[in-house]
């Protein structure tokens, strides 16, 4: 029998394996307030439905809240917390802001969390940690429209919390290698049209993304997350990533485009809202599409995101059988 790990390396080496691979994850709103409850609803996901790659999903502020934010479950479908209190408030806050260590309470929990996982998983299971980019980190601290007005007005204060949270993240990731993590889930969500021009994601976040991989570029198992619509698909030249996973189904390009623009491994193929209020049939419709479009040649079946929270255990089992 193939194992994951062979099948995800087939896949990554453009090799035809045997099944189309398959790695779909979700937020724990609840859960992901504690490290062992979290790593237990991540272990159980996986018992329940086998992917090919664990990736675990910790709600976006446990990267920031050792800064002072705080946040609050409030039903949304994706399973994503709202932000209750920011810490960026003035310009000046930007330059104030002290890098943090691995040891700060709720980054040494996510550590925790990731031992766990590792100590209960086969090892022959790829497990990714999610990290958000230097931006999305700053979006979390300040607010969106807040942080885009200071980029406009206040670049170089801006900067300065970027280079801030990219250390951050540069030494989290040296701890969380440490737990054996096979890669990370790098979220980018300002490189789409609506939030900046190309230029100006280049010129004000693109050196942050690079220092903040670093750590990260020897990992075998990395993937790129490009969330929204109307992104800058070209990035992927410049940020080296073997994976990549975009809302396929909602913006360009569509996955046979992404395969004649980028030689690695595309997930994809499934809609969030079919997994969340679809049909199995439609789920298995989008499956079966995806998996011709592609020729099941360096592609992973996914969804551009999360599974909804809400997603039926039915919907989730009729994608995980659409690959055998």
Known sequence: MITHRERIQACLTGKETDRAPIALWRHFPEEDQNPEALAAAALKFQETYDFDIVKVTPASSFAVKDWGVEDKWAGNPEGSREYTKRVIHDPKDWETLKPLDPTA????GQLACLRLIKQNLSPETPVIQTIFNPMS???????????????????ESVMKGLDTITKTIVEFIGAARETGIDGIFYAVQHAQGSLLELDEYKAIALPFDHQALEPAKDLWCNMLHLHGKDIYFSLLRLLGFSIVNWHDRETYPSLAEAQSLFKGVVCGGLRQESLGSGTQAQVREEAEDAIEKTKRHRFILGTGCVVPHTAPHENIMAARKSVE
Do not use: R, S
């Open 105 to 108: 309470p709720h980054l040494a």
């Open 137 to 155: 980190q700053a979006k979390n601290l300040a607010g969106n429209d807040l942080l885009l007005e200071h980029i406009q007005n206040h670049p």
